[in-house]
């Protein structure tokens, strides 16, 4: 659904609360229209949290109106409004028929994917206040959504990707409900990487319960089957473990980032 590298900007009107289209097949069209350039929120969490960082979002469906906005009123009543503006009607068939495998809540909505340039700025800029959470070449689309969700709501600076995994692709969107839009996702190649000293997770690192990670620390985390690429490990500054029980193998890719960045929170990072 995303251009894998590219944001692109949007029509001024197609903003969060903005009124979209009312009738069905304008809907419809407005959706076949965008989906090829969008990113695709599926499911109301995902809607709910791109509202709520101002995602731009031109065209929302659903099939029970009614519903949908009573899962607002009570989830979250501070978008209500602008869901209410956004969400169109539509029968179950034409909802599947523009979403495969449509969301439990029945709601679907195309967003414009933010700046690259942008995005790419915030992660260049220093001084850092909170860390950039690199993924080393990572293969599970549903864990890189988790990544997401994890680095947003510690109010990391961003999330980059290494390797072939696009970090927009809607089952990481998916996974991440939305939170793509709370911090800056991208992918890049390592020699990119933003600046700021690079604490790589290994097995043969440092325990990491005997450092204190600074606010502008590059966290990287290699895959799950082979660890971190020669590349990035040429790259990193320290090496840095988890405390793991003998004959454990590896904690998932999420668990591993979860821990690292709740050391950093709690010896001295502050969330955003």
Do not use: C
Not at 123 to 149: K, Q, W
Not at 226 to 239: I, K
């Amino acid at each position: 659904m995303s251009d894998p590298d590219n944001g692109r900007d949007s029509d001024p009107d197609s903003g969060p609360g903005r009124p979209g289209a009312t009738d069905p097949r304008d809907a419809v069209r407005a959706w076949h229209r965008l989906a090829d350039g969008s990113v695709l929120l599926d499911g109301f969490h995902a809607l709910k949290h791109a509202l709520r960082f101002r995602a731009r979002i031109p065209v929302a469906v659903t099939t029970d109106r009614r519903a949908a906005l009573a899962l607002a009123g009570e989830l979250a009543p501070d978008v209500r409004e602008a869901v209410d503006r956004l969400l169109v009607e539509v029968p179950e068939a034409t909802l599947k028929a523009l979403v495969p495998r449509p969301h439990p809540t029945s709601v679907a909505a195309l967003a414009v994917r933010p700046s690259r340039a942008a995005h790419l700025e915030s992660l260049a800029r220093m001084p850092r206040r909170t860390p950039v959470v690199v993924l080393d070449n990572p293969r599970n689309l549903g864990n890189a959504g988790a990544v997401i969700r994890l680095a947003a709501g510690f109010g990391a600076t961003g999330v980059v990707t290494t390797g072939s995994l696009d970090p927009w692709h809607p089952t990481v969107v998916r996974g991440g409900a939305g939170l793509h839009f709370a911090t800056a996702v991208e992918r890049l190649t390592v020699a990119e990487l933003p600046p700021g000293p690079v604490f790589a997770l290994d097995p043969e690192g440092e325990d990491i319960r005997g450092i204190k990670l600074p606010d502008d620390a590059v966290l990287a985390f290699g895959s799950e089957r082979s660890g971190l690429s020669a590349e990035l490990r040429a790259r990193t500054d320290h090496l840095v473990s988890l405390p793991m029980r003998p004959q454990v193998s590896s904690y998932n890719l999420a668990t591993s980032v979860a821990m690292t960045l709740f050391h950093w929170s709690a010896t001295g990072g502050a969330t955003a």
